[in-house]
């Protein structure tokens, strides 16, 4: 009887370490599980001035109108897609945001980071950590088809909408100032990133008493893996908040109000009429329902477990696919780069050819053996 009981008392150990309960020792690693892929917005002092260095030459374009695609001929087949699916993503910003947006749009598709800073605006660089970037003064948005650091391929069409929502939220507030968390919390709840990974970590954050003010987010986020984690987490979650159906209007006319120059608390107390530190604390309480001390005494725990391991689940499921999705493009370039290679080597025999047939001597009949001699052509007879 001993033996099964200790059997079980492991196995709900291992759970919920693998949970994150509070007093468990477990690791926080800045790329581990349910880990939130930094993103930025870079600001530029004089857009006017910004020059955009030309496209290299085996590079692409697709205009949709208001959408322009720039990037390798050998990726096309991945890109054409997102140009349907960023049409679909700019009709659900204009409904969230409450009026038109992404007027025009140039996103710029690299094969690595390192491609991706020559493709960015002159003295103007992506972060080295960001596999996207967006820069809303321009309409442009650069993406990058490997991860710094992992080196793993993106989910292109999570990476594309996080960038088109910077783009939309700064057209919709006309390019006033927002707070960071408000930024990157829209972009993230928008494009519905890791969203196993985001539950997981507001969890563990809100049972440890780890929630970060909004506050010094407005600041600056944390740059250690575990707090920047949260940030996110937390980010998006209040934005979500403030999007409830409920709310809808009140969201709608926030984003009117700091288009028309106001500022961003002035405009959320008068859209929601009350002000951010009390939006702050009604958030917080709605949490601590969902995921506090309460749930995991009446039954909540098996569900943080499943929550966990969905996280788990997720995140090895990207790894695998991200991993599949590199080696079949290595497989798609090489073939690629094959035909190319030999069609290069057809044209230069045909030149070769012809250069040969040029140098013929005329009135020669075919079937007629010939010589050179001392750069004259004889007959053999």
Do not use: C
């Amino acid at each position: 009887m001993a033996r099964p009981i200790a059997r079980l008392l492991a196995l709900l150990a291992a759970f919920f370490a693998l949970a994150g309960l509070p007093g468990v020792a477990t690791a926080q690693p800045e790329d581990g599980v349910g880990a939130m892929p930094p993103r930025d917005v870079s600001m530029m002092v004089q857009p006017a001035a910004a020059r955009l260095p030309p496209l290299p030459g085996d590079f692409q374009r697709i205009d949709d109108g208001w959408l322009v695609l720039e990037f390798p001929a050998s990726v096309r087949d991945r890109v054409e897609p997102l140009a349907r699916e960023a049409e679909e993503f700019r009709a659900r910003l204009a409904g969230d945001l409450g009026q038109p947006v992404l007027d025009h749009a140039v996103v710029r598709v690299a094969r690595t980071p390192e491609q991706m800073a020559e493709l960015a605006p002159d003295g103007a660089p992506p972060p080295s950590y960001a596999a996207g970037v967006a820069y809303p003064s321009l309409h442009l948005a650069l993406l990058a088809l490997q991860a710094p650091e992992t080196w793993e391929a993106p989910d292109l069409v999570e990476l594309l909408e996080h960038e088109l929502t910077h783009l939309a939220l700064d057209e919709a507030v006309a390019g006033h100032h927002v707070p960071r968390w408000f930024n990157e919390g829209l972009a993230i709840h928008e494009s519905g990133e890791l969203p196993y990974g985001r539950t997981k970590t507001l969890w563990d954050a809100t049972l440890g008493k780890r929630l970060l003010p909004l506050a010094d987010l407005d600041r600056g986020f944390p740059a250690d893996g575990y707090s920047v984690n949260v940030a996110y987490a937390e980010s998006a979650d209040f934005v979500r908040f403030l999007m409830r159906d409920d709310d809808r209007a009140r969201f709608g006319s926030l984003i009117e109000r700091v288009r028309a120059g106001n500022a961003f608390e002035r405009a959320l107390d008068d859209a929601y009429g009350t002000d951010l530190r009390k939006l702050e604390y009604e958030w917080r309480e709605e949490v601590s329902h969902r995921f506090g001390i309460v749930p995991m005494l009446t039954g909540g725990g098996a569900l943080w477990v499943l929550v966990s391991g969905l996280a788990v689940a997720a995140w090895v499921k990207r790894r695998r696919r991200a991993k599949a999705k590199l080696a079949q493009w290595a497989r798609e370039e090489a073939e690629i780069d094959a035909v190319m290679a030999a069609a290069r080597e057809r044209a230069v025999s045909a030149q070769a050819v012809a250069s040969d047939a040029d140098d013929m001597p005329p009135h020669v009949s075919p079937g007629v053996p010939i010589v050179e001699h001392e750069g004259r052509w004889y007959t053999v007879h």
